[in-house]
């Protein structure tokens, strides 16, 4: 147990609807990454959060945002899903900013876009 | 960003053979680390290389920061039904903070 909690662990919608995914990371943990994973790209960076401000962004799309809140916990909101954005997402926290070693993944929420 | 890339992109082999991967990059990397994910779980930091030219060992498993900085190497002893999976490389970008991971080389082992 890598101390990260996603919820939740499937999602099914359809094309057109938003949906949010929750991640509470590991205590202490002030850093929150979101990565999409799907089979011909594999793990592609989104987006950075630590201690509430957004830190990077990777290859995220227009359509995603995400935000972490005073508890630390964090949501990635995806918007006008697309057949495409069947995936699956993963949080990370790591207690360090600057460098990033060493991240702690939570198990994912896999999303079906139908 | 700077692209990593592994190969194999995947293997079956027979419980009992040893198994070699690995990862280069175009770019330098100041430190390798290679990550396993289990089916249905998010990845698992294995081993972390710091310096060039290290070997690192963790069990059955050894790992060795390229020389010229730009490759790493994961090799598997005596594999076993759980070494199933999906192993990554990563590493920090140079600017930037957001780890860059391989796409993953996947692993299957037969009884």
């Known amino acids: 147990d890598s101390g990260v909690t996603q919820t939740p662990k499937h999602l099914i919608t359809a094309t057109g609807q938003r949906v949010t995914l929750r991640c509470s990371p590991r205590s202490g943990d002030l850093s929150v990454y979101w990565y999409q994973q799907s089979l011909d790209q594999g793990l592609q960076f989104l987006i950075q959060y630590y201690n509430g401000e957004e830190r990077a962004k990777g290859n995220i799309l227009e359509r995603f945002s995400a935000q972490q809140f005073p508890d630390l916990h964090s949501e990635l909101n995806l918007s006008s899903l697309e057949l495409g954005d069947s995936a699956l997402y993963f949080c990370?926290?790591?207690?360090?900013?600057?460098?990033?070693?060493?991240?702690?993944f939570g198990s994912g929420t896999q999303l079906s876009v139908l | 960003g700077q692209q990593l890339n592994q190969s194999p992109q995947s293997m079956f082999i027979q419980e009992g053979e040893d198994v070699s991967m690995n990862c280069t990059s175009s770019s330098i990397f100041n430190t390798w680390l290679w990550y396993k994910q289990d089916p249905g779980e998010g990845p698992v930091l294995l081993i972390a290389?710091?310096?060039?030219?290290e070997l690192t060992s963790n069990g059955r498993l050894t790992a060795q920061f390229g020389t010229t900085r730009k490759d790493s190497f994961l090799n598997i002893s005596a594999s076993i039904p759980s070494d199933v999976g999906i192993y990554f490389c990563?590493?920090?970008?140079?600017?930037?903070?957001?780890?860059?991971f391989g796409k993953g080389t996947s692993l299957l082992v037969t009884p």
């Open positions: 290389l710091y310096k060039a030219g």
């Open positions: 990563a590493g920090p970008p140079v600017s930037g903070y957001a780890l860059n």
């Open positions: 990370a926290s790591s207690p360090q900013t600057v460098p990033n070693e060493k991240l702690f």
